[in-house]
């Protein structure tokens, strides 16, 4: 039987309107997964012995008291001045301590200035094992590096924890949360946006390649009646690119690993704690477990100076409550960066990083979704 031209192009644009059918199904046939981060944390794993001999940097009446033999004052001038500081009267030694840094031999504000003070030489962690990444593929024969506390892998880089591992708040474990840490989630999950995030592939309950995606949401986090968080809440996911982010990666036996598509994922958080949560070259390793939960890890170089700020900002209040001395922060963040380094200086701008999460399940949706409204408006 002849074609004519007119059934070619009949038939032509029948096989066109049948790919497009399909493809279409085959989009649609992608499962999503999405889930609301319920807990988030620096990723730690102290232990007894991992800071050397004596333990832990001094509490923060140790140091203050090092802080004002540094200063050059005698015994008997602190011991007045702490004599004084249990009185009712005028605290003159916290603000000798307010204005310790010196510059041109001029008091200054030692928050504002860290490096105007003598560093206190204060320890890093001298351990071996750590929850991170091998971000810079270097492996084992990296000096200083980690060995990863689950899986063994060698040359993980943390410096962060080893900058913040024998600091007393920031101690802990995944299971023993770290005082800080427990102090600012408790603070933040009920007044900021939730965290989500999203797995996309064609079938996550096999093997295969996955998309993930983490955004931040118009709500705040749900909470139950005891403060865990509440599964199965829908929210809406915020619009705004500079908090949304996009992770390629596989699922392999139900643990997910990704990297980031760009240079730099970003999170807009809180000023009580880093007012936006960044991370260069970010790596993603998450387990779905069979109660529809998940928890992993979130790893990459973090400016360090975004640490520095969210700890300074808080001057004299943050350093006798949490970091114990906030030069002696600078000084170890400055000297265990390891990325970055500033073309004039040297001096390295990123810190490996690696921080935890858990999850529980949830439902995202477009902001602009006015079937949801009403939901929003009563969570």
């Not at 009712?88 to 000798?96: A, V």
């Not at 943050?318 to 265990?336: A, F, M, R, S, T």
Request: proline letters at 6%; aromatic letters at 10%; one cysteine or more.
């Amino acid at each position: 039987m002849l074609l004519t031209r007119q059934k070619i192009v009949g038939i032509s644009r029948g096989i066109v309107t049948i790919a497009i059918f399909l493809f279409a199904n085959a989009a649609s046939a992608m499962e999503s997964k999405s889930f609301v981060v319920g807990w988030f944390s620096h990723a730690t794993n102290s232990s007894a012995d991992d800071c050397g001999p004596g333990g832990p940097n001094p509490n923060v009446q140790e140091q203050y008291l090092k802080d004002l033999k540094d200063l050059g004052m005698s015994g008997e001038e602190i011991e007045a001045l702490m004599k004084e500081a249990d009185g009712e009267g005028p605290n003159r030694m916290s603000e000798i301590l307010r204005t310790r840094g010196r510059i041109d031999g001029k008091p200054v504000n030692p928050y504002m200035y860290p490096s105007s003070v003598k560093d206190p030489e204060w320890k890093a962690l001298t351990g071996t094992l750590a929850y991170g990444f091998d971000l810079d593929n270097k492996g084992p024969e990296q000096p200083g590096s980690f060995t990863h506390t689950d899986t063994k892998q060698k040359g993980i880089d943390h410096k962060l924890y080893r900058a913040l591992g024998c600091m007393r708040a920031f101690r802990g474990s995944l299971e023993g949360r770290p005082t800080y840490w427990d102090w600012v989630w408790g603070q933040l999950k009920d007044s900021q946006p939730a965290w989500i995030v999203t797995i996309t592939g064609k079938d996550l309950s096999k093997d295969g390649d996955v998309t993930i995606t983490f955004d931040r949401a118009l709500e705040y986090l749900q909470s139950n009646v005891d403060g865990s968080p509440r599964a199965d809440v829908t929210y809406r996911i915020d619009p705004d690119p500079r908090s949304h982010n996009v992770m390629k990666g596989k699922i392999e036996n139900g643990i997910v690993s990704a990297t980031s598509t760009s240079d730099m994922f970003r999170m807009y958080s809180n000023p009580l704690g880093v007012p936006e949560f960044r991370l260069h070259n970010a790596k993603f390793n998450f387990k779905l477990r069979r109660d529809g939960t998940g928890d992993g890890f979130l790893g990459g170089y973090q400016p360090w100076a975004d640490l520095y700020f969210a700890f300074a900002s808080g001057g004299q209040s943050i350093e006798q409550c949490i970091v114990g001395d906030i030069p002696g922060l600078y000084y170890l963040l400055k000297k265990n960066a390891d990325a970055f380094p500033d073309p004039k200086t040297g001096v390295n701008s990123g810190i490996s990083a690696a921080y935890y999460i858990e999850t529980v399940p949830a439902f995202a949706v477009p902001a602009d979704d006015a079937k949801y409204d009403s939901v929003a408006r009563s969570n």
